[in-house]
């Protein structure tokens, strides 16, 4: 007897080896008294008010990070023995520097109050 044949055949007493599953009626319900009770009065909503979000505009700040990286270069030429290191490093810096210079003195002008209507 091969395998296969061999798994068939337990697979075969296994199913017949089973309590056939019984059959039931299934009962009937009867339907209980629900007492009734009174709606609820409708209770009033509120004046929802509009809410106020802060909005900013995204800017790269592109003037800044030139300008900081030009600085930044001149700077780092000063300070490092190897002027080429010092003038790429300053660079990388000062545009960092120069970017969040420039964002933050330019938020108040990009960011502004918007009232977003109320969900009903």
Avoid: N, W
Wanted: net charge positive.
């Amino acid at each position: 007897m091969s395998y296969t044949h061999k798994l068939f055949a337990c697979a075969a007493l296994a199913l017949l080896a089973q309590p056939a599953a019984a059959v039931t009626k299934p009962k009937s319900a009867k339907p209980k008294p629900v007492a009734t009770q009174p709606a609820p009065a409708p209770t009033p909503t509120p004046a929802l008010a509009p809410k106020k979000t802060k909005v900013c505009d995204t800017t790269s700040a592109t003037t800044g990070a030139a300008a900081g990286s030009a600085i930044g270069a001149a700077l780092g030429t000063k300070v490092l023995d190897d002027k080429t290191l010092g003038a790429a490093g300053g660079a990388a810096l000062g545009a960092v520097a120069g970017q969040a210079v420039e964002r933050t003195l330019t938020a108040k002008q990009r960011c502004r109050e918007v009232e977003t209507p109320p969900k009903p």
